[in-house]
């Protein structure tokens, strides 16, 4: 099938990833009323996706609207959208805006690129927005769209609020737009560093509180974790020159707690299968996705370190995940350095 067979004039919005946060948002932007092109790397998966008309490795029970596509041809896909979406995990971030640079060449300057990727990569330390100004110079319209969502709600068409942050204010009303349902809420924000930010540290942090509660250390410990963790996070986006302001918003304190507190969550059970004795390598055959958490933690981590910004619970995570320290022994040196930390504004 053409990837044009039964497109209109309506908005034409391109999805790259079809995982299961990609397909969720290729099937919202499809219920808001626009016309949706769906592509993953995966051709046998693509097609199978054609054929069944859902995604069911990643998404299963969410049926596709008859105006989401999917297609396995990229350069036919990108010559034929309006809009540009990338959901892909953060290592792959950097591969597939080169693709995009590639194939568009001279089209650069009028493309309005929009992502759900969340994290820095991890060989520079970079955000998305960063590797974009970077790679592709000539795009101007640019955001990234972020949580607190779970993939699986917003493809069942459960109630849900985001937040969009772009590189300007039409840019970011007007994707919030393309986006918005009556159940689907995107508010907007100009503060793009500190909704990546918050994208990108909340999955290291959903790792802890997952330890915790595998622990068996209870209500109280995971409430003190999600909070010190949200000082941190604040402390990091402020030094990269974040707004204080979106900390406690949607795209911080939002995606931290649902984040943290739910076993939709692929890092938060991550955390609980570390706890229980599993090796990261078992845990993460055993969820079956790309845990972000695992990377997060190391990238947060080495840029706390750059930036001098203290980090005591991301450090624990990165000891664990990263030097495969016994999860019981890492509690126990946290809980040391927060007695020796003085006042609880630290």
């Not at 393309?178 to 999955?203: C, H, M, P, W």
């Amino acid at each position: 099938m053409s990837t044009t067979d039964n497109m209109t004039n309506t908005p034409r919005v391109l999805v790259l990833g079809a995982g299961s946060w990609g397909t969720a948002l290729a099937i919202q932007l499809a219920r808001a009323d626009n016309d949706v092109l769906l592509w993953g790397r995966d051709a046998a998966h693509c097609q199978t996706m054609m054929q069944d008309r859902t995604n069911e490795r990643y998404l299963p029970g969410s049926v596709f609207p008859d105006n989401l596509k999917v297609t396995k041809d990229l350069e036919q896909a990108l010559a034929v959208s309006d809009y540009i979406l990338i959901s892909v995990p953060s290592h792959a971030f950097r591969d597939v805006l080169l693709q995009i640079k590639q194939m568009l060449g001279d089209r650069l300057s009028s493309v309005k690129l929009c992502w759900a990727t969340k994290g820095f990569e991890l060989s520079t330390g970079s955000l998305p927005h960063q590797l974009v100004q970077q790679l592709l110079p000539e795009c101007h319209d640019y955001a990234v769209v972020s949580g607190p969502t779970f993939a699986l709600e917003v493809g069942m068409g459960l109630p849900t609020a985001i937040t969009v942050a772009g590189s300007n204010e039409l840019w970011s009303s007007e994707l919030a737009n393309l986006l918005r349902t009556k159940i689907f809420i995107a508010y907007t924000s100009q503060d793009i560093v500190g909704v990546e930010i918050g994208g990108a540290v909340k999955n290291a942090l959903a790792i802890g509180a997952g330890l915790s509660d595998g622990l068996g250390f209870g209500a109280n410990a995971r409430i003190a974790l999600i909070n010190r963790g949200l000082r941190e996070l604040s402390r990091l986006g402020v030094a990269m020159g974040a707004s204080p302001e979106t900390f406690v918003g949607l795209a911080g304190m939002g995606d931290l707690v649902l984040t943290c507190t739910d076993n939709q969550s692929r890092n938060r059970r991550m955390g609980l299968a570390l706890a229980a004795g599993s090796s990261i390598e078992e845990a993460a055959q055993e969820i079956g996705q790309v845990v972000e958490g695992i990377g997060a933690a190391r990238a947060v981590y080495e840029q706390a370190q750059r930036l001098n910004v203290r980090m005591p619970i991301i450090e624990q995570i990165y000891r664990i995940v990263v030097d495969g320290v016994n999860p019981q022994d890492a509690v126990e040196a946290l809980l040391n350095k927060e007695l020796s930390a003085g006042a609880e504004h630290g």
